[in-house]
């Protein structure tokens, strides 16, 4: 039982991990990443549409990205959706492909871009703080209630807050490699 305890711990943490690189990548940085486009989803026949279902995305040079919708008559709103999108984008169409020249960010918006990379590692830590809290309430349980001994309720803790460390100095890795993508200009 405490061996699938932590087994569940392990699983948590790596989906809180995961979670920070998804949430991560899409926070810009100086070159253009198509996963920025990620949110951004196209009013298709009435249905809200992902856009990489709608295109085909490519990064042909470091500051452009480039989308080639499968239906050409989709240009437009594919064009509406990204700038309503709230990325500060401005996307040009030449009937045929849309291109979305990435701007320079300016001292103050890589700042404030690093706030937000470490706002969302915080979220990832807090992820696990409570994966921890009931990974240590299943252990205090199973002693309670004798289906483990003392000793091996100890031992389990001393794991789990080793595991618990070691996945809360990933995360500020992860943000640290992240917040030295966005400063570098």
Same mark, same amino acid.
């Given at each position: 039982? *405490? ?5 569940? *711990? ?16 899409? @926070? ?8 920025? *486009? %990620? /949110?951004?989803? !196209? ?9 990489? #279902?709608?295109?085909?995305? /490519? ?6 990205? !480039? ?5 050409? /008559?989709?240009? /437009?709103? @594919?064009? +509406?959706?990204?700038? #309503?999108?709230? *990325?500060? =984008? ?7 492909? @849309? ?12 700042? &404030? ?16 703080? +409570?994966?921890?809290? &009931?990974?240590?309430?299943? @252990? %205090? ?6 289906? !483990? ?13 080793? =595991? !618990? +460390? ?6 500020? #890795? ?12």
């Amino acid at each position: 039982m *405490l061996d699938e305890t932590l087994e569940d *711990l392990k699983s948590n943490i790596e989906k809180a991990h995961d979670a920070l690189r998804r949430e991560l990548a899409k @926070i810009r940085t100086g070159r253009a990443n198509p996963d920025i *486009l %990620d /949110s951004i989803r !196209v009013e298709y026949y009435g249905t809200p549409t992902p856009l990489k #279902q709608m295109a085909t995305i /490519s990064v042909p040079e470091p500051r452009m990205i !480039v989308l080639k919708p499968f239906d050409r /008559s989709t240009i /437009s709103s @594919i064009e +509406k959706a990204i700038i #309503q999108g709230d *990325l500060g =984008l401005n996307p040009s169409n030449d009937g045929e492909l @849309i291109r979305i020249p990435m701007p320079p960010l300016t001292e103050e918006r890589r700042r &404030d871009l690093v706030k937000v990379a470490k706002k969302v590692g915080e979220e990832c830590k807090v992820a696990i703080r +409570k994966a921890r809290h &009931d990974a240590k309430d299943m @252990i %205090d349980s199973l002693e309670k209630d004798g289906e !483990v001994g003392a000793d091996d309720a100890e031992r389990a803790r001393k794991e789990l807050e080793d =595991l !618990v +460390k070691n996945a809360s100095a990933k995360v500020d #890795q992860i943000v640290a490699d992240k917040e030295k993508d966005i400063l570098v200009v």
